[in-house]
């Protein structure tokens, strides 16, 4: 009977594969184990003569129900191999703390009665402390030992990983890693086909490795019952465990899922609790299955591998991002400078090299001393005030030449707001002043009409009376109402010729601006007390608002105060009685802005861009040359003119100042 039945689990054996074949040999390792346990008790009864060891045949039965449980009712068993392995570890690990525990008694025994009568509390003390200090590494090597009498592979699965680590550390790019690792997978475990799915979309986890055409490439939808096994568990299944589930739908799912796409193992690859990509592999090559103990290695090594596949992710993404910015840094027109706490740079664009003639090589890493002058100063400006600035208007020197550059400067900070550095932008204002001298030119040159017109047309004037009396003066010498008559007119003209050629000379040149430090709002109260006379007179209210913090200037006082006087006088005589003039002031970034507003007719839209024209007047009385000169004023000032006018409403001019620190005072 026991023959027959070794001979039908033998059979059974060679036909089973897979979980099947497991089965049979957990039920043919129990029925060994169970049959030489048996037979170990019956001889030891006859050769002792005694039947008391044979109350324990019953074991038998116990030990061979045992083996069958765990092979058949456990859902993720060992293979026989690692439980004979571990067994005779456990064996040898028995047989050597026996020997080694009597040779320490034994030995002791001998030492120690040198020293004492009794000798056998110290020689039993001695053995323990010796088997304590050996039980660690005498575990080890039995285990290593039984591995390789059973074939086993890696000796544990801290190997496996360190080695997995090793290959992770070393790849750096997406397609390395998947290569090396299916590599890694293949050879460890010894599968047939390593299958990688990866999120391709919000609804699909399609195949990345191996690479292959789209009618025989591998796909789950993000709701498959595999993916939803997966993500609820984060367990590693394969279709033995499944089929030994309780059938739910989605276990049923999973289990079609994975047989269509030939798969015998599905684990998750998780990083931050999420799944990252999906290992599918096919039956081993040995025909063996995937145990608790390839199941636990495996699902180590997919969670190692999400997080060093999504290391390799970012690094690609910052070496892209790099070189992105590198393109872009090098594509743009202006010159970069980044300058770290350290004081040291760290960005220089092509352009800033191109604009100051330094390398990048001679720039990058070193000190920010290397810098010229100029931009040195406005980083550590920048650096000291901890706030920027904008269109700072600079020289560098470039050979024998200083090249004009309009700067700006900022500090910049990190993610968690800690200060980074400074970045200063800057480009090259060569062209751009020589377009400007090109449109002042060309601005003066289409001017000489109209000033020739304006000329002819306000001296003719004058001359043709002059001319009328003096054609009038041989016939009327003797007249003496003539004669009186007649001085008093040519030099009244002759001074009205007089006043247009010097306006005409203070538009066409003049006097050049001695700027220095002054108050714009004394400046401006100082204009506005020279015409209290011609408000009164005209029943005209003042509303002054000059509250900006800021208001020192670089500018000529007096070129400054002939210029708000035209301009008050303008708005006065726009304005009928009861009306109101008012001035403002306020800080623009790092500007001051003056504001003049009346309330008088206003200028139509067609005239307004003709304002600032030489001869040009809406007045019964003037030559229009008032304005004209105020524009130049204001240019000399490095300063903006704008007006705004509604017909009707009033005309306001907004003219806006570059404010100076009081630290630069200082320093001049």
Not at 190 to 195: A, D, G
């Amino acid at each position: 009977m026991v023959i027959g039945m070794a001979a039908s689990i033998r059979k059974t054996f060679r036909e089973a594969i897979g979980v099947q074949r497991t089965e049979s040999q957990f039920l043919l390792l129990g029925w060994l184990i169970g049959f030489s346990f048996g037979l170990s008790l019956f001889t030891a009864s006859i050769l002792l003569r005694t039947q008391e060891a044979t109350r324990f045949l019953p074991l038998f039965a116990l030990i061979l129900d045992g083996f069958v449980a765990y092979g058949i009712a456990t859902r993720r068993i060992l293979s026989v191999s690692v439980v004979l392995q571990r067994l005779t570890a456990y064996a040898l690990m028995a047989v050597y703390l026996i020997a080694i525990y009597i040779l320490s008694v034994w030995v002791g025994g001998i030492l120690f009665y040198l020293i004492v009568p009794d000798t056998t509390y110290l020689s039993h003390l001695a053995a323990a402390l010796i088997l304590a200090f050996s039980v660690m590494p005498a575990y080890r090597w039995m285990h290593l030992f039984s591995r390789r009498i059973f074939s086993l592979g890696p000796s544990n699965v801290d190997e496996i990983l360190e080695h997995a680590g090793q290959i992770f550390r070393e790849i750096v790019t997406e397609a390395q890693m998947l290569e090396s690792f299916s590599n890694l997978i293949s050879k460890t475990f010894e599968t047939t086909r390593v299958v990688l799915l990866r999120p391709a979309g919000s609804a699909v986890y399609g195949q990345c490795y191996p690479v292959s055409s789209a009618q025989d490439s591998v796909s789950l939808k993000s709701t498959s019952s595999t993916i939803q096994l997966l993500e609820r568990s984060h367990e590693t299944f394969t279709v033995d465990t499944l089929q030994r589930m309780r059938p739910t739908t989605l276990v049923t799912g999973a289990l079609g899922e994975m047989q269509a796409a030939g798969a015998a193992v599905a684990i998750g690859c998780f990083s931050r609790k999420e799944i990252k990509s999906v290992l599918l592999l096919s039956e081993k090559k040995s025909g063996h299955i995937y145990d608790l103990r390839d199941q636990r290695a495996l699902q180590l090594l997919a969670d190692q591998f999400a997080v060093a596949l999504e290391n390799a992710n970012l690094y690609t993404a910052v070496q892209d991002g790099k070189i992105y910015n590198e393109i872009l840094l090098d594509s743009l027109e202006s010159g970069i400078v980044a300058v770290n706490e350290e004081r040291r740079v760290t960005v220089f664009n092509q352009r800033a090299q191109k604009l100051t003639g330094l390398a990048e090589a001679a720039v990058v890493g070193q000190s920010m001393s290397v810098l010229p002058r100029a931009l040195m100063d406005s980083v550590e400006g920048v650096f000291k005030t901890g706030g920027g600035f904008r269109d700072k208007d600079l020289t560098i020197p470039v050979g024998s030449e200083q090249v004009p550059i309009r700067a700006s400067g900022s500090v910049f900070h990190s993610y968690t707001g800690e200060r980074l550095g400074v970045l200063l932008v800057f480009y090259d204002m060569t062209l751009l002043k020589k377009m400007e001298e090109q449109i002042r030119r060309s601005d003066r040159l289409s001017s000489i009409g109209t000033l020739s017109a304006g000329m002819a047309h306000e001296i003719k004037n004058p001359l043709v009376t002059i001319k009328t009396f003096t054609q009038l003066l041989p016939h009327q010498y003797d007249n003496e109402d003539f004669q009186k008559t007649f001085f008093d007119l040519v030099g009244q003209e002759v001074g009205r010729i007089d006043t247009i050629v010097n306006r005409l000379l203070n538009f066409a040149r003049p006097a050049k601006a001695a700027l220095k430090p002054v108050s714009l709002h004394e400046v401006v109260e100082n204009s506005l007390r020279l015409i209290d006379q011609q408000l009164a007179q005209k029943d005209i209210s003042m509303e002054a608002d000059l509250s900006a913090k800021r208001h020192v200037i670089d500018a000529d006082a007096e070129q400054l105060n002939q210029t708000f006087i035209n301009f008050f006088l303008n708005a006065v005589h726009a304005m009928e009685p009861g009306g109101t003039l008012s001035v403002k002031t306020s800080v623009v970034k790092s500007s001051i802005q003056l504001d003049i507003q009346d309330t008088g007719c206003g200028i139509p839209p067609e005239q307004l861009n003709r304002v600032f024209d030489p001869f040009f007047t809406t007045k019964e009385e003037g030559v229009g040359l008032g304005l004209s000169v105020s524009h130049g004023i204001i240019q000399e000032h490095h300063a903006l003119i704008d007006v705004e006018s509604e017909v009707g409403k009033g005309t306001v001019f907004h003219l806006l100042f570059p404010l100076i620190n009081v630290k630069e005072i200082s320093k001049r």
